[in-house]
């Protein structure tokens, strides 16, 4: 999966979806995921739903003739016109504090004392009352099969409306066997559904038990990997096996990188370049590639907030993105090894496909700020085949691969070898 995220509120109303799913397309994603679009609550929020089954009023187009659901509709078709596939959201651990919902069915939800619960979570040491939402019962509510009847319908209603994926929002809130029933049921008709775990924050043993519930992918870590300590190769290979996952340089809820790195347009290429051959999946930000440093808002973010910049890596991300389409080494969780190398400020890298004889090594410039020296003898003995190499890097691509090979990386810049068929 290589997903471009069209951030709703920046991309303004249904109607005015058409330019970014082009440009997405143009760059050679294969997926769109759209925030959610739902009616939100009184708070305004994006994951604060209301009403699953009306939409956000932002969004719709009030001078069309299409009726709201029509327009999402429209702009779901102009996506698979330019061979974009679609996901969505789905929020359903918790619903908005002030829907119809708790009043209706006060007993979909977990409860103390008589009264509706508010999640939480613990953010450094302290205790973060999220008091805009409610927090659904999946274990010990009165009704688990009305609520579990209700979460079925909501689903159905966003593949009728056209999605064909989700990402399950903070999915380990949600217990595994629900998940399992419900991917179960949903791909007995609709086996190309695809079902995407939310799973950062959560500890190893629940990122495991939500992917044996039938995922597709996880998100992995690999955005905030420093290039030298050993966790992100023990977090891969804990579900490798099981589930693909997908790497992000940025988010909507991570800071973005322009701004964490002070503007180092090197620092994007890097961190996209190697989001995206590290795991089978990658997704972007809408903004991304023109250096935005603003993160989008769920509440206030507007179309208006739209930046202007002289970054344009819209070439480059396209280059990344046919690179990983055309070799098998980059579209599944194969295995992978960081190789010794002599210069400490440059990660060797190499991966062999499972479900092919592909292997590919990458040469990647951890220094954001400076050229760093590789030299090997042989790279070929790198490689467990042995094969030839040939050079596919996207900036600075080779005609021949020298033996013995020196090469000066350029800051945050990687060679990408792959072995000839």
Not at 42 to 53: H, N, P, R, V
Not at 396 to 413: K, S
Request: net charge negative; proline share 5%.
């Amino acid at each position: 999966m290589i997903i471009y995220n069209l951030f709703p509120l920046l991309a303004g109303r249904f109607t005015q979806w058409t330019p970014h799913l082009e440009r997405a397309a143009d760059m050679e994603f294969d997926w769109i995921f759209v925030n959610p679009i739902q009616k939100p609550g009184k708070s305004g929020s994006l994951y604060s739903i209301a009403d699953y089954f009306d939409y956000h009023p932002r969004l719709i187009d009030r001078s069309a003739s299409e009726t709201a659901a029509d327009q999402v509709k429209a702009a779901l078709r102009t996506a698979r016109k330019l061979d974009l596939r679609v996901m969505t959201d789905l929020v359903v651990n918790h619903s908005a504090f002030d829907s119809a919902l708790t009043k209706q069915h006060p007993e979909w939800y977990v409860q103390k004392q008589g009264r509706i619960e508010h999640p939480f979570c613990i953010e450094d040491g302290q205790k973060v009352v999220w008091h805009d939402l409610a927090r659904f019962d999946y274990e010990h509510g009165r009704d688990p099969e009305g609520l579990y009847a209700y979460l079925a319908r909501v689903v159905r209603h966003l593949l009728e409306l056209g999605f064909e994926g989700f990402r399950c929002d903070a999915a380990y809130q949600v217990p595994t066997p629900i998940w399992r029933r419900l991917i179960t049921e949903v791909k007995a008709d609709h086996p190309d559904a695809c079902f995407v775990a939310e799973t950062l924050g959560c500890t190893p043993d629940e990122t495991r038990d939500t992917a044996a519930a039938g995922f597709d992918y996880v998100f992995n870590s690999s955005k905030y990997w420093n290039f030298h300590d050993h966790w992100l190769m023990e977090q891969y290979n804990l579900v490798r096996e099981q589930v693909g996952s997908i790497g992000f340089p940025e988010s909507h809820d991570t800071p973005r990188l322009m701004e964490e790195t002070h503007g180092n347009v090197d620092a994007l290429q890097q961190r996209y370049l190697f989001s995206a051959l590290f795991s089978a999946g990658v997704m972007t930000l809408m903004g991304f590639e023109f250096g935005f440093r603003n993160k989008p808002h769920v509440v206030h973010t507007e179309p208006d907030d739209w930046e202007e910049t002289d970054v344009d890596l819209r070439k480059f991300i396209r280059k990344v993105n046919r690179l990983k389409s055309a070799h098998q080494v980059f579209n599944e969780e194969a295995p992978t090894h960081l190789l010794h190398c002599d210069n400490s400020q440059v990660l060797l890298m190499w991966k062999g496909a499972t479900g092919s004889r592909d292997e590919a090594l990458v040469i990647l410039n951890k220094d954001i700020h400076g050229r760093q020296d590789f030299w090997a003898q042989d790279l070929r003995s790198y490689v467990q085949s042995g094969a030839k190499l040939r050079c596919e890097s996207p900036q600075n691509p080779m005609d021949h691969v020298a033996q013995p090979f020196h090469y000066q990386l350029r800051p945050g810049e990687a060679v990408v070898l792959v072995t000839e068929r």
